[in-house]
């Protein structure tokens, strides 16, 4: 027998990037464990991946390439080989390309794994080489990065972990409980020290309910509060004006602004008492270091960036920059991608990602889309609209190929599916969103049945269009090494060979570092840019057009609420579905009354974009006037065969920039027939 320890670390979209060793004996995943010895992951991973060897050797897993015999949809596939499908796929590109139509091909993808080769770069230059269209990939992250650029600049946000040192934790549209659950030790650990911790959430979220102070806000009401709070702050003399001065631009603006929202102005925007403002604003200036901190919620709505800008100027303003455990601790990616080789890549046509169910149904999209080729995405489950989109994927005219460990409800709509390696299988880097430790990932088994890495299929596909770019053709260690050797000073003294002994690296960041405002490497320490702040509701939110609230007045929000989820990942896997066993709507009791709806009824949700007739969970986790749905079920685990997204928003800002406004979402909801 012999036993093996292989160290690696999680590729989900997490910001927690844990890294963990695999115990193989005889060639099989026998075990899984978080690294001890991991300043973040402290030895555990979470309720979705303690199960990862299951996912690797579940019995549903793709482990032959595929080619659709049935309708699309139907699921009904036959096995073929590699030859057969390279083949065909190749061939397929190579008529289009012959023909001057390279940009009717459509490389679409998203963070399914965020290691660094598996996630891009190789399959990346494949689709560069040919000149197919792609997508800005901005579901996620994007929209705030922007607005807190607009406020630092570059966007670097302060480490997580100095949150220890904080004596007021916000944690601002974040449910770190659940999305982010190796923070939380370091929030607790501020709070032994005597911090208080607030969230700031429309929503009373698993993390609400452990927090001190709970602010449940009008949802996306945020830039009033933060006008109101700057306004208190202002009136009563909170404000460091030596900092203010040297550190920033644009107060006179933001002041000007802020003037009209009183706290008892602000009440009704934002739903949250006049006192409460009051005692939030003098709290957040008297009791530093305010370490504030947000990821993505509050960016899903048209507002979304200037939501976030206003959250990155309060930071401003409190001056909380000036102290470790202070500041704005948001996605730290920028970190890790600045450290890295990034690749110089060519100019293609790009749409928006959330827009993929227009662009597939739209005959004025010259060249139409004629071959969609999916990896590391489900986009039948996780993009808005998905009626649309799978309308698209319906399409007979259109052929798609995806890469994929699963048959998820996207793979369903393939002409050709190919099978991929997991985390387990396959070399990658791993640099994290949440924590400045870069890891590497060592394959630790074979991989299973016929699967091949992404670098390994975009190889081969390479090859069998005869393009001979040596670029084309490296290994996965020489990809990993060329990204380590960019020489940017964060990468000192991390080498693979360290990373291959040791399994990851802290960034050379020395600890207490304060971006923006001491001399680090690419970081401005220019003035925060203040400016004028305006609160402007989104189109379909319940302030926002009159005509669409009369008929639908309540707002739909779908966030990550599950434990044992992880976007769309596990969402068909009976042993991570909640005991319910269906997605539940969730209604506030003064909602449910008016329609004379009780716990447990069948609820139909509906709006001009889809509809779906669910049992009710009347709760106090909304409030009145909102409504709740979980993300990330399958569309084979929910009643219609239609998950959240069917009544989403996927509306993007007019620079075709950033996320879609998944969360500014008007349904109504009536009793279904038959209750
Ligand atoms: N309603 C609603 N919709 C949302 C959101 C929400 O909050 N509410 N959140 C949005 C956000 S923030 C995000 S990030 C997106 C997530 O959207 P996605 O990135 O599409 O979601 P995932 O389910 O994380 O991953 C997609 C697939 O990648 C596959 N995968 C993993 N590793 C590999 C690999 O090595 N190779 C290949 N080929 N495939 C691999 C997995 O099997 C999985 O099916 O969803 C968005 N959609
Ligand atoms: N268990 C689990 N963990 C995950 C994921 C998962 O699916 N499951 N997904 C991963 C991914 S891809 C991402 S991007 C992160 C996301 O991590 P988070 O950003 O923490 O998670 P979300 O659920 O998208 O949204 C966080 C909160 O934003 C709130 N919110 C929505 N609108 C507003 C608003 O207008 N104002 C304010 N103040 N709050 C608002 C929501 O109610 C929600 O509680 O989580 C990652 N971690
Ligand atoms: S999903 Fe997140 S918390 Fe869970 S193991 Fe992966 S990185 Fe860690
Ligand atoms: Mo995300």
Not at 144 to 152: D, N, Y
Not at 537 to 560: C, H, I, Y
Request: glycine fraction near 8%.
């Amino acid at each position: 027998m012999t036993e093996l320890t292989v160290l690696g670390a999680c590729h989900h979209d997490c910001p927690d990037t844990c890294a963990w060793e695999v115990t193989v004996v005889d060639g099989v995943a026998t075990g899984l464990r978080g690294s001890a010895g991991h300043p973040f992951t402290r030895g555990t991973l979470c309720p979705k991946v303690n199960r990862f060897i299951d996912r690797v050797y579940h019995p549903e897993r793709l482990l032959t390439p595929l080619r659709r015999v049935g309708p699309k949809g139907s699921g009904e596939f036959e096995p073929i080989t590699w030859d057969e499908a390279i083949g065909e796929i190749a061939t397929r590109m190579r008529t289009l390309i012959d023909a001057g139509r390279a940009e009717s091909i459509l490389q679409f993808e998203f963070a399914g794994t965020q290691g660094e080769i598996q996630m891009g770069v190789m399959i990346d230059r494949l689709f560069d080489a040919i000149g197919a269209s792609d997508i800005k990939r901005e579901l996620c992250g994007v929209t705030a990065s922007r607005g807190a650029a607009e406020v630092l600049g570059v966007p670097f946000g302060v480490e997580p972990e100095s949150l220890r040192h904080a004596r007021t934790v916000v944690l601002w549209g974040t449910n770190t409980r659940i999305t982010n659950r190796h923070l939380w030790p370091f929030i607790e650990q501020a709070r032994a020290d005597g911090a208080l911790v607030i969230v700031i959430d429309p929503i009373r979220t698993d993390t609400a309910r452990e927090a001190d102070v709970f602010v449940q806000l009008r949802p996306g009401s945020d830039v009033a509060l933060v006008l109101a709070l700057v306004h208190v702050l202002d009136r009563e003399g909170l404000i460091d004006q030596p900092w203010l001065i040297d550190h920033t631009t644009g107060w006179d603006a933001l002041r000007a602004s802020a003037a009209q929202w009183t706290p008892a102005h602000a009440a009704k925007a934002t739903g949250i008492d006049a006192e409460r403002i009051e005692w939030l604003a003098h709290r957040l200036a008297t009791e530093q270091p305010t370490g504030i901190r947000a990821l993505i919620g509050a960016e899903h709505r048209e507002n979304g960036q200037e939501i976030l800008r206003s959250v990155a100027m309060l930071s401003a303003v409190l001056g909380s920059w000036r102290e470790v455990g202070g500041g704005f601790a948001r996605s730290v990616g920028i970190w890790h991608e600045s450290a890295l080789t990034s690749q110089v890549r060519p100019e293609r046509r790009t749409f928006n990602m959330a827009r993929l169910g227009e662009v597939l149904n739209d005959s004025n999209v010259d060249p139409g889309i004629e071959m969609l080729f999916v990896h590391n995405c489900n986009p039948a489950n996780i993009l808005p609209d998905q009626n649309l989109v799978v309308a698209g994927l319906e399409r007979d005219d259109l052929f798609t190929v995806v890469i994929e460990q699963f048959m998820t409800d996207t793979a369903r709509y393939a002409d050709i599916v190919l099978p991929a390696t997991t985390q387990i299988e396959h070399l990658d880097l791993s640099p994290a969103w949440g924590h400045f430790y870069l890891a590497l990932n060592q394959p630790a088994i074979e991989p299973r049945g016929a699967a091949l890495p992404n670098t390994e299929i975009a190889r081969r596909l390479a090859a069998a269009l005869e393009l001979d770019d040596p670029r084309l053709h490296e290994s996965d260690e020489e990809l990993v090494r060329d990204l380590l050797d960019s020489g940017h000073p964060f990468l000192d003294g991390i080498t693979y060979e360290r990373l291959a002994a040791e399994g990851w690296a802290r960034l050379a960041v020395p600890e207490g570092a304060r971006p923006h405002i001491d001399p680090l490497p690419g970081i401005p320490t220019d003035p925060m840019r203040l400016g004028a702040l305006e609160h402007r509701p989104g189109r379909e939110t319940t302030d926002g057009d009159s005509q669409l609230v009369q008929r639908f007045p309540l707002a739909l929000m779908s966030r990550k609420q599950h434990p044992k989820f992880l976007n769309a990942n596990y969402g068909g896997f009976t042993a991570h579905l909640p005991s319910s066993g269906q997605p539940l709507l969730q209604i506030h009791r003064d909602d449910a009354v008016a329609r004379d709806i009780a716990e447990g009824d069948r609820a139909r949700v509906f709006n001009d974009r889809g509809s779906l007739t669910l049992t009710v969970e009347i709760s106090d986790v909304v409030q009145p006037g909102l409504v709740a749905m979980p993300f990330g079920w399958w569309h084979r685990s929910t009643p219609e065969g239609r998950a959240v997204n069917a009544l989403t928003n996927a509306t993007v800002a007019a620079d075709d920039r950033g996320s879609a406004y998944f969360h500014d979402t008007l349904v109504q909801v009536e009793k279904a027939v038959g209750n």
